[in-house]
């Protein structure tokens, strides 16, 4: 069933930096051509940097300098230009990127390239993540107060919890987990009408592809989605799991102010979800304009994943209650 277009389509090249909006992308195994294919290693706690922890991250941005070649991916990433707060823009070959990097969070930061697959030591965690794990630093990234509920993390896939037992970014890519991530124009404008009756800046959640829908029938459209498949384009894309949001959409960046009203806003509106992640089917080439298409998941499917999801949320909700008595 058709159920829109395509509206923007979105690839951050670095990253936690901002990324740049283009007309078309190719989608392959590992997400959109080009997608985070750097990052920026925080050289003193030895982790690959995230804008939940290091929010200045995001008052730079990046754009590939050349068309990208079609091998570009693990081992094999293209030069890219920063643009940093006050106008300076450098290249990743140039040695002054890793000082003004480091210049702009106050820490001694490096310009990091995604390594071959093979490789995981960029994607390990580190002692420093291993020691400072903690259901404290949890809310923190989520924007939990003390006696609110944490995220609803059932809606992992076993394979991504054990994922995330050893590493701190999936190998082979600089994602958080998923690599496409997708939403619509509808969730932005429901969840604006929450804050100040506006949309949401699409920026501020870092989607790879907006879709506008033809006729929504629900304020946040993407919730129904998981488990079923998006031929957007080319492309065909299995919706795995709503994308839980942390506290990055409230941050600041070029031309937007911190809004802490937007956490909050998505919390109670949206249960701390917003759009969906996706892995990917089929791979092919996706334009602004192409229509998106949905096959929704079938009843047999659906009650499945809700046993399965039922049996994790009391596994874990006993292991995070013992965790925060411990933390206390």
């Known amino acids: 069933m058709t159920i829109g277009q395509v509206a923007e389509l979105w690839r951050y090249p670095v990253k936690s930096l901002g990324g740049e909006r283009v007309e078309h992308v190719d989608i392959g ?22 804008a939940r922890r290091v929010p200045a991250l995001l008052n730079a941005t990046a754009r590939y300098v050349d068309p990208l070649p079609p091998d570009a991916g693990p081992g094999n990433a293209p030069e890219v230009a920063i643009t940093f707060p006050d106008g300076t823009e450098l290249s990743s070959s140039d040695d002054a990127v890793n000082a003004k990097l480091s210049e702009l969070t106050g820490r001694d930061m490096r310009l990091t390239a995604l390594p071959p697959a093979e490789d995981t030591s960029l994607h390990r965690l580190s002692k420093h993540e291993r020691d400072n794990a903690s259901i404290a630093s949890l809310r923190t990234d989520f924007g939990v107060d003390d006696g609110e509920r944490l995220p609803d993390v059932s809606m992992f896939r076993i394979a991504d919890l054990a994922m995330f037992a050893r590493f701190s970014t999936p190998p082979g890519m600089f994602v958080d987990l998923a690599p496409i991530h997708v939403m619509t124009t509808t969730s932005l404008s429901t969840v604006g009408a929450e804050v100040d009756g506006d949309p949401l800046d699409v920026r501020r959640f870092r989607p790879n592809v907006l879709i506008a829908l033809d006729e929504p029938v629900d304020g946040l459209p993407e ?19 709503p994308t839980i949001r942390c506290v990055v959409p409230s941050r600041p960046q070029p031309g937007l102010e911190v809004d802490r009203r937007i956490t909050k806003a998505v919390a109670t509106r949206a249960q701390r979800c917003l759009g ?29 994943t809700d046993a399965v999801r039922r049996t994790k949320r009391f596994t874990l909700g006993l292991a995070t209650s013992a965790a925060e008595r411990l933390g206390r």
């Open 276 to 304: 969906s992640y996706c892995w990917v089917d089929s791979a092919g080439a996706v334009r602004v304009g192409d229509t998106v298409d949905l096959r929704a998941a079938g009843a047999p499917r659906r009650v499945l």
């Open 29 to 50: 195994p590992r997400g959109v051509t080009g997608d985070r294919l750097w990052a920026v290693r925080d050289l003193e706690r030895d982790v690959t940097a995230s």
């Open 223 to 241: 919730t129904q989605w998981t488990g079923g498949h998006l031929t957007v384009g080319g492309a065909v894309l299995e919706v795995t799991m």
